[in-house]
């Protein structure tokens, strides 16, 4: 056994231990048992490591005779010590191997054909893989690894696990298929065979001799008959002792093989001693960080997985660490630079509009409110995001930032994604808020060209105190006398140049966007970095739960007559078919048939109305207006129209082909209906040949109604591109870093980099970190300049 599982296998019954999965005999045998079976080599060529196992073997010999306090103790001071003896012995002793190596130059940045082993040749395949300096060149990090510690026996392989072996050629052959070339080869231990294949690889048989021997590295995959087959396999011949070793696997073209290329970084990786410390010393003894050098070179060479695992860390947390001062650094100098107004306002007019409210605000609402309030009286421009779930009560908020935004004597604007969606939060508007004696307008693309006229010229002279309109907001000749606030709803459906044209309207306007698709945290930390947050989790008291069934499309008639039945209660239903934007004219084609169907033979005496998105606007209006007025009860529609809609007395949402929407935009969908006390379902109706996979999401989907929890399963299943949308999401690329998978770390480096600019605000001392930002990011992130 290797001494990194060994110690893994010990830290997990000392965990096992304490929650009583395992008893003390049971840990005392394991731990020795364990022992015994290191193996000699390490064990011999790690200098004081016999006796440090010897040490913390016996410790817990004596374990069950001492009291319960005593061997908690001793469990506890357990995890201490593997952790000493993981830092002691599975990490490089790093800076004996190298310092004595000079270094001749004083930059990594050049020429990759002066490099080691290099050339003009090979510098020439290297560049056309993008490497052109040295610094490419360590920048360049394994794909993966190839771990000679363990090579496994072939009698004792697993399917799908990926192994070493170590075996002879008996036989190979070259097929031509069509357009492919297909390389199989057989191989033995002696023990057992196995069959590799490569397709379109040929140059693989210039490596390929009979009777010699090789190390493979590949996933085993099960075969009907006979033994296992790998696909593509890292092959190399055996020529010497094989040394004990985790070896690094790179991304390579034709003209350079695995080998040559763990040459070449070997021979130039000394070159490590010119990377510079950036990260403040505390910061690197507090978070318990590799030293930047030390990452760097053992992410090509790690010791033992423990030290890969421990250098991806750091070097992952250096991205996220620059990533984060930066985002904090320009958040700040936005704030101080841009200047703001300091708005006055005594709240009596928030004040009557709450008395007047039907409803007692949420904590979450109050809470938001008060952030909001506080943003808008300090000297700096506010930049909040409100995210809250589908239906938590946005809206309500927004009215009241208007509200107290009007008492400072400002106008405010707010964007929304459509048109329908501005015509109902118009009316809401003009509902709630003149009577307070605020005057509300609407601008959309679709009105007439002189009223829009109109509206811009009162606009203009300060006559409409709020105007809410899509993106015909932000043309150029919509003047404000004088706009102070900018709310943004459905942030998501807006890029950040529509956001920016909106607030330049104003000279120092406070701005307010809002989502229902929640974020994860992380997500929100790195895609919204530059904005405060505040979140609505608490939902309005009252709310029935949403029923969510999984649903055969052989049972739709029961579906009809429940629905019928719905109806007849006065309560009304949405049916949604996806729309993609490759197959719109057929999917369109679907959404028309059905809502045509379903009024012909389905529901002849319920009214049922279509709704989509190439239809006019007013078209849009004039049925919305029939469903909000119980004109109509069912209302088909694709998915392109969906946010936003506020009918209270929806109770059922029918989703068909709910496989292709993303979770996030069937919790959207979802919350069209559940609005009120009333009960509520949401039916997502699955044909026959749904994959497994598939199904397992939506099983997840119907599972909870919580839009973070969702969200963050979403995340995890499609990646953070996928989730925020692919147009425009705002997120760097990170070489290491994945906020996914390493939001812990996101989190620590952000509390960091705050601390840092605390102490700091201008990097003043940190012209290391200036530099490295650059470098890192280059374009996508610049750093304000401060005057
Ligand atoms: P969203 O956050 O999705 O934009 P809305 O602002 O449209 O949600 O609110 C959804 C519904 O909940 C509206 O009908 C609104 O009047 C109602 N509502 C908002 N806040 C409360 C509350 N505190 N108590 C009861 N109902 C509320
Ligand atoms: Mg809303």
């Not at 307070?436 to 002189?450: A, D, N, P, R, T």
């Not at 606030?485 to 920016?500: A, M, N, T, W």
Request: hydrophobic share 40%; proline share 4%; aromatic share 6%.
């Amino acid at each position: 056994m290797l001494l990194e599982d060994y110690l893994d296998r010990c830290e997990k019954l000392l965990e096992k231990f304490l929650s009583g999965k395992v008893d003390t005999i049971e840990l005392i045998q394991e731990i020795k048992r364990g022992a015994e079976l290191l193996e000699p080599e390490e064990l011999s060529a790690n200098e004081g490591l016999k006796d440090y196992i010897g040490k913390f073997v016996s410790y817990y010999l004596p374990l069950a005779s001492l009291p319960n306090e005593r061997q908690h103790l001793r469990v506890k001071n357990g995890f201490t010590m593997i952790n000493k003896l993981r830092g002691k012995f599975l990490l490089t002793s790093f800076d004996e191997s190298t310092s004595a190596i000079p270094v001749k130059v004083s930059s990594l940045n050049f020429d990759i054909k002066y490099a080691k082993g290099v050339g003009e040749r090979r510098a020439k395949i290297l560049k056309k893989l993008g490497i052109e300096t040295v610094k490419d060149l360590l920048w360049w990090l394994p794909r993966d690894y190839e771990d000679r510690r363990r090579i496994v026996p072939l009698s004792s392989i697993v399917a799908d696990r990926k192994v070493t072996i170590r075996a002879k050629l008996q036989n190979f052959s070259v097929k031509k298929v069509k357009e492919y070339v297909i390389i199989s080869a057989v191989v033995s231990d002696g023990f057992g065979q196995i069959i590799l294949k490569w397709f379109n690889q040929e140059y693989i048989t210039d490596r390929l001799i009979k009777e010699r021997e090789y190390l493979i590295t590949g996933i085993p995959k099960k075969t009907p008959f006979g033994p296992y087959e790998m696909n593509s396999p890292e092959i190399e011949e055996i020529t010497g002792r094989v040394p004990r070793e985790i070896l690094p696997l790179y991304s390579l073209s034709a003209g350079i093989s695995q080998k040559v290329m763990r040459k070449i970084v070997r021979k130039n990786i000394t070159n490590v001693r010119l990377l510079k410390e950036f990260i403040p010393a505390e910061v690197i003894k507090e978070r318990n960080l590799l030293p930047r050098h030390h990452a760097m070179y053992t992410v090509h060479f790690p010791k033992s997985l423990y030290e890969l695992k421990e250098s991806r860390r750091r070097l992952a947390y250096e991205e996220l660490f620059l990533f984060e001062v930066a985002v904090l650094y320009n958040r700040e100098k936005l704030k101080t630079t841009k200047g703001g107004i300091s708005k006055s306002i005594s709240g009596k007019l928030a004040e009557r509009f709450i008395d007047s409210l039907n409803f007692v605000l949420t904590g979450d609402q109050m809470r938001a409110f008060e952030e909001i309030r506080e943003d808008m009286k300090a000297p700096t421009p506010m930049n909040r995001l409100l995210q809250g779930d589908v239906g938590s009560g946005k809206t309500v908020v927004a009215e009241l930032a208007i509200i107290d935004n009007f008492e400072a004597g400002y106008q405010s604007a707010m964007m929304v994604p459509t048109t329908v969606l501005a015509t109902q939060q118009h009316q809401k508007l003009v509902k709630d808020l003149e009577p307070l004696g605020i005057k509300v307008e609407l601008l959309v693309g679709s009105q007439k060209k002189s009223q829009q006229e109109e509206i811009k010229k009162r606009i203009a002279i300060g006559e409409v105190d709020v105007v809410v309109g899509t993106h015909a907001l932000i043309q150029e000749n919509v003047k404000f006398k004088d706009l102070g606030l900018v709310i943004i709803d459905e942030q998501h459906r807006f890029g950040v140049k529509q956001r920016e044209a909106l607030m330049n309207k104003g000279a120092l306007v406070d701005t307010l966007v809002m989502t229902a698709t929640p974020i994860p945290r992380t997500l929100a930390l790195t895609a919204y970095g530059d904005l405060d947050i505040s979140t609505i989790t608490e939902m309005p008291p009252g709310r029935a739960p949403i029923r969510t069934m999984l649903i055969s499309e052989k049972r739709l008639p029961e579906l009809y007559a429940f629905i019928r039945d719905e109806v007849n209660h006065g309560h009304q239903a949405f049916f949604i078919y996806p729309l993609i934007e490759e197959s719109e004219q057929m999917d369109l084609k679907a959404a028309t048939d059905e809502a045509e169907r379903l009024q012909k033979e389905v529901f002849p005496d319920i009214g049922v109305e279509l709704l989509h998105g190439r239809m006019s606007d007013e078209e849009k209006n004039r049925i919305m207006h029939r469903f909000k007025n119980k004109e109509a009860m069912i209302l088909v529609s694709t998915s392109v129209v969906e946010v936003g809609i506020d009918i209270p007395t929806a109770t059922v949402m029918v989703i068909e082909h709910p496989e292709r929407f993303g979770l996030a935009q069937l919790h959207q969908l979802r919350g069209r209906v559940g609005r009120s006390s009333l009960k509520s379902y949401c039916m997502l109706v699955l044909n026959s040949n749904i994959s497994g996979e598939a199904l397992d999401r939506l099983r997840k989907f119907a599972g909870t109604q919580n839009g973070f929890k969702l969200a963050e399963i979403d995340l995890s299943l499609r990646g953070p591109g996928e989730f925020m949308g692919t147009r425009q999401h705002g997120l760097p690329d990170f070489l290491v870093a994945d906020i996914v998978k390493d939001s812990e770390l996101l989190i620590m480096a952000r509390n960091d980099a705050m601390e840092l600019l605390k102490r700091d605000p201008n990097l003043e001392k940190h012209n290391r970190i200036i530099e490295e930002i650059k470098e890192r990011f280059g374009e996508n992130i610049s750093l304000i300049e401060v005057g």
